[in-house]
């Protein structure tokens, strides 16, 4: 077994590095860098449970400052059955392409999000995280202190929000961001004809 890191590292990575700045993104959807909050709610646990998308929402209508919501069509549908209203402060936009994704995760002041990637983007990222679960797969992120469990409770969403800070210093975690290289080298070794980088 060899142990070469997450593959997701190195898409990050490689998005990040087109990503020249956040100007383009801020103006595209009218927002200012590290000025506003990005959330995603998307799992079926929180989606179709109505007393869990309500206290979310609530909380999310709660918080003085600017939220922008990519909503996915889960989502969308779920708010318009049952009449759940946003506030004007939430921006609500489409899906959006990953390069996107990835610029407003970077320029987002806090991520909310109930997603497992975005929770470990968010740490590679350096942006504090609030998970919108009762669990988390990625554990480390929340005992290095850039991650912090509230799942649907309003309350704890909105004190999370508002006094949530990571603490100083940062530990990489899930490899170096050249996972695929490693892999690469790895079936090399194992092999008689070597494969050409990729």
């Excluded at 077994?1 to 990503?19: E, F, R, T, W």
């Excluded at 889960?74 to 759940?84: A, G, I, N, S, Y």
Aim: with cysteine; aromatic share 6%.
């Amino acid at each position: 077994v060899s142990i070469v890191g997450d593959v997701m590292a190195d898409a990050l990575q490689y998005a990040a590095s087109k990503i020249r700045d956040a100007t383009d993104i801020c103006k595209k959807f009218q927002i200012q860098h590290k000025a506003y909050l990005l959330a995603t709610i998307h799992r079926a646990e929180n989606t179709d449970n109505i007393e869990r998308l309500q206290s979310i929402i609530s909380a999310l209508n709660s918080i003085d400052e600017t939220i922008l919501l990519p909503i996915h069509p889960r989502t969308k549908k779920v708010l318009l059955d049952m009449d759940l209203r946003l506030k004007p402060h939430i921006r609500i936009i489409g899906p959006v392409g990953y390069f996107d994704m990835v610029a407003v995760e970077s320029s987002a002041r806090m991520i909310l999000t109930d997603s497992g990637g975005i929770q470990k983007e968010a740490y590679w990222l350096k942006v504090p995280c609030v998970t919108l679960r009762d669990e988390t797969e990625w554990i480390e992120t929340v005992e290095k202190g850039w991650n912090r469990l509230t799942g649907a409770d309003s309350s704890a969403i909105i004190e999370a929000v508002n006094n949530f800070a990571p603490p100083p210093g940062y530990t990489p975690l899930y490899g170096d961001g050249k996972a695929a290289k490693y892999v690469l080298q790895t079936i090399n070794k194992g092999v008689v004809g070597k494969i050409e980088n990729v």
